[in-house]
């Protein structure tokens, strides 16, 4: 089966302008999620998607990010505007429910470097 | 609030030689235990799980590790190290929701550096 899809792979942006990661699950995948990972840091959860509805999104610093799953299919996530602490990559995992044990299927993720 | 350490975050090691990475945890309630690895420049791939059995768990690419409940910890072995396991390591927990499980919270990583 085809493997989480993420893209870009990389992107630099100055401070203060906005970004979009798109994320493409695997098929049937009911659940998505979206992690932050700094340099030097293990994965931190951002937000959780269950179909398209948010499950999960106390980590999310909602005064500059933002993510949707339309169809609850394809997701995005958006920061406006970015700050250097924002340079991280962007991990994008599906499970196909909620609180199983069939474990997550990560993507390769999104670089992004703020300069 | 659940929470996990990864006690070295480097590791060098001759090829062929035995090497352990350490994971200690902390929580209130039952987890499951998980070792995810991260080579460079993509994704993160699961090794092995604890969800309840046998403390001793075996996974992919010769890798096992065991629960210790007492000592909170979930250490990873491998007896024999190849070039290719040099990649990062990270140890994540979960709770137990009574059969269903939590999200993933992960430590902060352990390099394990495999030297010929």
């Known amino acids: 089966e085809a493997g989480v899809a993420q893209s870009p792979r990389y992107k630099i942006i100055e401070k203060r302008q906005s970004v979009a990661f798109w994320c493409n699950p695997i098929s049937g995948h009911a659940t998505l999620y979206w992690y932050q990972q700094i340099l030097g840091q293990g994965p931190k959860l951002l937000i959780q998607?269950?179909?398209?509805?948010?499950?999960?999104d106390s980590q999310l610093p909602k005064d500059r990010f933002s993510a949707e799953r339309l169809k609850g299919v394809d997701s995005t996530l958006k920061i406006q505007p970015a700050k250097l602490e924002d340079s991280a990559v962007y991990l994008c995992?599906?499970?196909?429910?909620?609180?199983?044990?069939?474990?997550?299927?990560f993507g390769s993720g999104t670089r992004l470097t703020v300069v | 609030a659940q929470s996990v350490t990864q006690l070295d975050s480097q590791v060098p090691v001759f090829e062929e030689a035995p090497v352990e990475l350490r994971c200690n945890y902390s929580?209130?309630?039952?987890?499951?235990l998980f070792w995810y690895v991260q080579y460079p420049n993509q994704g993160l791939q699961l090794l092995l799980k604890y969800l309840s059995g046998s403390t001793l768990v075996k996974g992919i690419n010769g890798f096992e590790a065991e629960f210790n409940k007492s000592q909170t910890s979930f250490h990873l072995r491998k007896p024999s190290v190849h070039i290719s396991d040099t990649a990062e390591y990270f140890c994540a927990v979960s709770v137990n929701y009574g059969g269903s499980q939590g999200n993933l919270i992960f430590g902060k990583g352990t390099k394990l550096s495999v030297k010929p």
């Open positions: 998607f269950q179909n398209n509805g948010v499950v999960d």
């Open positions: 995992a599906s499970s196909l429910e909620t609180g199983t044990f069939y474990g997550y299927t």
């Open positions: 929580s209130s309630v039952s987890v499951y």
